[in-house]
């Protein structure tokens, strides 16, 4: 099944388009939410705006995504 959470894809069309992403959960109508490389915050988005490839990770685990999408960790700012 390519539409599952924690599948890896590269979105096509959009503003993040060219940017990859993972699917974080599974809506209804052809539509799941995902988290992409430029803008990390969870949003709403169609299939048929991703491009699948064959590569998963645990949508749970914020290591394994932030690693998978190229985004790296940030220390803590203090004041």
């Known amino acids: 099944m390519l539409v599952e959470p924690g599948r890896v894809c590269i979105k096509k069309f959009g503003r993040d388009a060219g ?4 699917i974080t959960s599974v809506g ?4 799941v939410n995902i988290v992409t490389s430029k803008r990390q ?8 705006h991703l491009e699948f490839i ?3 990770v645990d949508p749970k685990n914020k290591d394994q995504v932030n690693k998978i999408l190229g ?3 940030q220390a803590p700012k203090h004041k």
């Open 19 to 22: 940017s990859m992403a993972v």
């Open 71 to 73: 985004i790296s960790a």
């Open 28 to 31: 209804k109508d052809g539509y």
């Open 54 to 56: 064959n590569e998963t």
């Open 41 to 48: 915050k969870e949003r709403k988005c169609n299939t048929k």
